[in-house]
Nanobody, 126 residues
Framework: QVQLVESGGGSVQAGGSLKLSCVVF????????MGWFRQAPGKDREGLAA????????DYTDSVKGRFTISRPNAKNILYLQMNSLQPEDTAMYYC???????????????????WGQGTQVTVSS
C-alpha cells in the first residue's frame, strides 16, 4: 500500500522560501507520476506541479511558474517542492499525490492521482 508523508511546511514572511518533501513508503516500485497540490480554506484543491519519472517531464500551473520547482532525485521514493518568493496567497495545506502511470498526468485533474498524503501547512504572512 502506497503511503505518502509530507514534511517541510511552516510559517514564513512574504518573499521567503520553503522546501517541502514527500517520502513514499510501503512499496518496492514507487509510482511514476507524482505531484503537489494545495488547498486554501474555502477554495478547491489546486494542482501546482507534477513530474513523470518515465521521461522526467514536468508540468506547472501558471501561478507558480518561475517560483516553485518540483524535483525527484534518482532515489525515486522522495519528491521535493522548492518554493521561493512566497506570498500570502500561497497560504494553504499542501499535499503530495501519486499514481502509477505510463504517461504524464499533469496538474489539471486531481482525480488522476490515487494516493495522497495528509498534507503539510504553509502559512505566509505579509
Amino acid at each position: 500500500q502506497v503511503q505518502l508523508v509530507e514534511s517541510g511546511g511552516g510559517s514564513v514572511q512574504a518573499g521567503g522560501s520553503l522546501k517541502l518533501s514527500c517520502v513514499v513508503f510501503g512499496v518496492t516500485y514507487s509510482p511514476a507520476c507524482m505531484g503537489w497540490f494545495r488547498q486554501a480554506p474555502g477554495k478547491d484543491r489546486e494542482g501546482l506541479a507534477a513530474i513523470y519519472h518515465g521521461d522526467g517531464s514536468i508540468d506547472y500551473t501558471d501561478s507558480v511558474k518561475g517560483r516553485f520547482t518540483i524535483s525527484r532525485p534518482n532515489a525515486k521514493n522522495i519528491l521535493y517542492l522548492q518554493m521561493n518568493s512566497l506570498q500570502p496567497e500561497d497560504t494553504a495545506m499542501y499535499y503530495c499525490a501519486a499514481t502509477y502511470c505510463a504517461r504524464p498526468q499533469g496538474v489539471d485533474n486531481e482525480l488522476k492521482y490515487n494516493y495522497w498524503g495528509q498534507g503539510t501547512q504553509v502559512t505566509v504572512s505579509s
